[in-house]
């Protein structure tokens, strides 16, 4: 079992502060700062340009690349690092709509984040070969999957509502009908267990800023299944992506497996930060983090209906359907999220009504939930939303 009061330990936590963001933006784990000093200072600074062999920055998009893969289900040499989330869904987007050249459409839903579905709007009008986006409900994906279908592109679990896909059903109904899929771990990494072999998957990507707590900024991974990885070309043919990047060949190669989806230059400090981070995962086994997970947000449901039964939940009670955050709806979420941040319960708001609170083991408690949930319900009590600088729209919501 997980010594959570061990990893709670590993983190920086403002004191008066409730956390419930860790699905935008994880805490800073202690050990990171330090890390990321490390290599300004004795690598960069001491090594200069060096750093690249002899600090193996240069390796570091594989090796972390691997160490996330082991916490997803994935073999060594299937996952590598780098880029943004967006940059890595265009590239299994664009390899597997050339891997089914014979079909035509890319099949998601309308609970996908929308930064997907641009990413797919952009391919699809770049290519100009007639593609088409199909955008069905949630619950409307399975029967959606026809002989006409290339790609399915999926996010798991959904971001407002925390609502979970069922990623091996619907992978095996795509691949029945002759189609590929794609998932987007954005809110399952980190959160919820994951088996890319089991689950049969053959693209995934996710970020490492959210529940991996990767600092803000943090790169992004792209997992290509093993039977695809010397077949799945590469939309976006980087100068690290390629066969021989110090031969400097004027001429495009893929590189060998899952490096042919590595694009620019690591993000050297990032990496650092995030490796700190992954130190602590090594401390934790999946299975205890979600049923206290799972705990944590029955807590929270049933602190709200107890206290205010008529707000509406947003995220599915039912387990096997539900992520790692609890959401509920309110008219004026807004500024309802803004009052609880003056109070140090900070969670966050997504359009058009959806108060979001993630629930993340690793540093939050069941005080933290029975102090929030008392929180919100003061605040929706004395009606303390209304008042014009909870209003007040902000860049970031």
């Known amino acids: 079992m997980t010594d959570f009061a061990a990893t709670r330990a590993q983190f920086v936590l403002p004191e008066g502060v409730i956390y419930l963001d860790g699905n935008s933006l994880g805490p800073l784990p202690k050990a990171a700062a330090d890390r990321v000093a490390r290599t300004v200072r004795d690598e960069w600074g001491e090594m ?68 997907d579905l641009y990413m797919a709007q952009g391919l699809v009008a770049g290519l100009g070969k007639g593609h088409e986006l199909r955008v069905v409900a949630p619950e409307e994906v399975a029967d959606a ?34 189609a590929l899929a794609i998932w987007d771990l954005a809110h399952s990494a980190g959160a919820v267990p994951v088996d890319l072999t089991a689950g049969k998957a053959d693209f995934a990507c996710g970020c490492t800023y959210k529940f991996l707590n990767g600092g803000p900024g943090a790169p992004a991974f792209i997992y290509v299944a093993p039977e695809h990885l010397d077949s799945a070309q590469p939309a976006l043919s980087g100068w690290l992506g390629h066969e021989a990047p110090f031969a400097f060949d004027p001429d495009y190669r893929p590189g060998r497996g899952i490096e042919r989806m590595r694009v620019g230059t690591p993000s050297v400090l990032q990496m650092a930060a995030l490796e700190a981070a992954l130190d602590i995962w090594d401390e934790v086994e999946m299975a205890s983090m979600r049923k206290a997970s799972l705990a944590l947000g029955d807590l929270f449901i049933a602190e709200m209906r107890a206290r205010r039964p008529e707000l509406r939940l947003a995220t599915p009670e039912a387990h096997a359907m539900r992520g ?19 109070r140090g319960v900070i969670g966050d708001f997504r359009a058009p009504d959806i108060l979001r609170f993630g629930i993340t083991p690793l ?21 303390l939303w209304d008042r014009p600088e909870y209003h007040k729209r902000a860049a970031v919501t």
């Open 48 to 115: 200069l340009i060096t750093g690249w062999n002899r600090a193996g920055w240069m390796a570091q998009p594989s090796v972390l690349g691997d160490r996330i893969g082991a916490m997803l289900g994935a073999p060594a040499g299937s996952v590598v690092l780098g880029d943004t989330l967006s940059v890595k869904v265009y590239q299994a987007l664009a390899a597997a709509l050339q891997m089914r050249p014979d079909r035509k459409v890319i099949l998601s839903d309308s609970g996908n984040f929308p930064s």
């Open 145 to 178: 999957i026809d002989e006409d279908v290339a790609a399915l592109m999926i996010t798991e679990v959904d971001y407002r509502t925390g609502r979970r896909h069922d990623m091996p059903a619907l992978t095996a109904k795509a691949h029945e009908m002759g």
């Open 324 to 342: 790692s955050q609890i959401s509920f709806h309110h008219p004026q979420g807004y500024a309802v999220m803004q009052a609880l941040i003056a």
């Open 363 to 383: 540093y939050t408690t069941e005080d933290d939930i029975r102090t929030a949930a008392r929180t919100l319900s003061e605040i929706l009590d004395q009606t």
